[in-house]
Structure formats: structure tokens, C-alpha cells
């Protein structure tokens, strides 16, 4: 495995490469999630590069970019034992220079959920990720579903710039309570990391009423404003259910309607995210690609 922090570096291993490339970006601390994303680009491609950058263009300046987990040395062996090619590991002046100037932004579907919320964090996102299409020329590119409006608005700049490469969503990986991995679990003390797992049960309860016939939106967004209330330590940002294909809101949903349940919350020091497709059978590799993804070039 080769780990390269130079772009001349990067390009170089790239030029030996013959077949396809699968791209997995990172923020580094990885976990079983990141693994599961390389794990896939193994098998679906002759090479995959990993990048770890913890990205300051989509941290606002209240967020917690100097606190992020880093941890590079167990995140290559992680990397290494998953049979990787190549880790990108740039720091912040080689990905932006001095004079940068040039950011991409995808409108409308970056402006609820987590846009709303974060201010600017879509652009730093989309900015960085065309840099590392650019620089891998990757042809599948691996993204968990766990950052559900990261894969959209993804597909779109892919589908708008006219970037030929593959968005590959992949499934959530979880906790055995259900609680999403995430880098971010660090911050959680033991009785935080214990009461987590309401995040997913408020999935589960959205799900579970629209599968018993519940078709009005607000009556299924006051069913997980119930199901958080049953944690005392549990903050939601927000809460919502929109269509999974424009994240617009709507106020009943069409028998044939693809739904995105989402929230962020804060518990203690930790702001966590999840999301779930309703109809909840349509949680799996065939639905996220079919609703979350690109399948065709
Ligand atoms: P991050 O390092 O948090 O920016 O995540 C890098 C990639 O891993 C993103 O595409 C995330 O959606 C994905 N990811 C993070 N956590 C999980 C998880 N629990 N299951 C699946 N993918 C994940």
C-alpha cells in the first residue's frame, strides 16, 4: 500500500494503474462504516484509493474541525489489512493553496436538513470531493448512506457537471443497539453512548407507522418527536421526512412515494446524524443505488 501526500506522488501511482478505480473519500478515524465502503470498491474494482483529509471548507467556524478524531497510524493498518493500493493523505495547503478561489455548489438541494443547519458545509463537501474526482479520475466513487443528502446532492453535481464517474451508495453500518458508526461517537460519554440509540428507534417508529398505513407527514414527524422525548439527554436540530428524491418537504405521501427520514441531534458534546428510506424495505444495496446513487454512467 502506498500512502502519498503530494499531488505529483498521487499522480504518479495513479499512471501505473491499468482497469478501474474505485475512489473512497474519508475524514480519517475510521471505523467499520469506511471499511465496509473499501471493502465494496475492492471487489467492484482493479484498484481503490482512499483519501483521508478532515475537510476545514466544510467545518463552520462553531464547529468541531480541531477536535475531529485523527488517528493515521490504525487508520493504515485498518487500510492496509482491507488490501488498499493507494491512501491520499493531503494537508490543508495542498488542497488549498494560497489565492484558492473557486468553490461548487449545488442549490437547491443543499438548502434543508443538514444545509439548513450548516451553513456552507454542502459547498466545502462538493468543493473538495471535484478536486479528488479530478485527481484520481476514479471511475466509482463509494459514499454511505449514512450521509444520505451528501449522496444526492452528490448524484446531482456528478449528473450537472457532466463528471463521469459512478456514485455508490452504501448501506449504514451499525452498532449492534442500532446506533450508526460514526467517528463522531467518541465525543459520547458511557450513559451518552447508552441513550444513542434512540436515533435509530426514531427511524424504526417512522417506519414502522407508515408501514401500518400512516400516510400523513406531520403525524409521522410527531411520532419520532415522541420517540426522542423518551430520551432526556437527546437535543434535535431537526427532525423531518421529505422526498427522498428532491428533499422537498410534502404533506402526505403518495402510495408509490420514496420518503427520507432524517434528524440530527445533539447528545452531550456529540451532534449525530441518521436517516432512513421509507418504505424501509427499500434500506438495501439494490434500493439505496436504485434511489441514492447514479447507476448509469
Ligand atoms: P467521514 O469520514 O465521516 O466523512 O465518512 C466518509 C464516508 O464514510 C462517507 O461517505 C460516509 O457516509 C461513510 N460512512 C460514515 N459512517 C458510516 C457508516 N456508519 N456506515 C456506512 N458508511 C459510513
Given at each position: 500500500m502506498q500512502v502519498v501526500n503530494s499531488i505529483a506522488m498521487l499522480q504518479h501511482s495513479r499512471a501505473g494503474f491499468s482497469g478501474s478505480i474505485g475512489l473512497v473519500p474519508t475524514m480519517g478515524a475510521l471505523h467499520q462504516g469506511h471499511i465496509t465502503l473499501v471493502d465494496r470498491a475492492r471487489t467492484e474494482n482493479d484498484h481503490v484509493i482512499v483519501t483521508i483529509f478532515v475537510n476545514p471548507?466544510?467545518?463552520?467556524?462553531?464547529?468541531d474541525l480541531a477536535a475531529y478524531p485523527r488517528n493515521l497510524d490504525a487508520d493504515l493498518e485498518k487500510l492496509e489489512a482491507a488490501g488498499v493500493d493507494v491512501v491520499f493523505t493531503p494537508n490543508n495547503s495542498l488542497m488549498y493553496p494560497d489565492g484558492y478561489q473557486t468553490y461548487v455548489e449545488v442549490a437547491d438541494?443543499?438548502?434543508?436538513?443538514e444545509g439548513g443547519h450548516r451553513p456552507g458545509h454542502f459547498r466545502g463537501v462538493t468543493t473538495i470531493v471535484t478536486k479528488l474526482f479530478n485527481l484520481t479520475q476514479a471511475h466509482r466513487a463509494y459514499f454511505g448512506q449514512k450521509d444520505a443528502q451528501q449522496l444526492v446532492t452528490i448524484r446531482r453535481m456528478v449528473h450537472d457537471l457532466n463528471i463521469p464517474i459512478e456514485v455508490i451508495p452504501c448501506m449504514t453500518v451499525r452498532e449492534i443497539d442500532g446506533l450508526a458508526m460514526s467517528?463522531?461517537?467518541?465525543?459520547?460519554s458511557a450513559k451518552e453512548r447508552g441513550e444513542a440509540a434512540v436515533l435509530y428507534r426514531v427511524l424504526q417508529a417512522a417506519a414502522r407507522a407508515y408501514d401500518d398505513g400512516e400516510r400523513n407527514i406531520k403525524t409521522l414527524e410527531t411520532i419520532m418527536q415522541d420517540t426522542i422525548n423518551t430520551s432526556s439527554v437527546a437535543e434535535p436540530d431537526y427532525m423531518s421526512i421529505v422526498n427522498a428524491a428532491t428533499l422537498e418537504s410534502l404533506e402526505r405521501a403518495d402510495d408509490d412515494a420514496v420518503l427520507l427520514a432524517s434528524l440530527a441531534v445533539k447528545i452531550g458534546h456529540a451532534r449525530l446524524i441518521d436517516n432512513m428510506l421509507i418504505?424501509?424495505?427499500?434500506?438495501?444495496p439494490e434500493g439505496l443505488l436504485a434511489h441514492l446513487g447514479n447507476p448509469q454512467r
Open positions: 471548507t466544510q467545518f463552520s467556524p462553531d464547529e438541494l443543499t438548502r434543508n436538513l467517528s463522531r461517537n467518541v465525543y459520547l418504505p424501509g424495505y427499500l434500506n438495501t
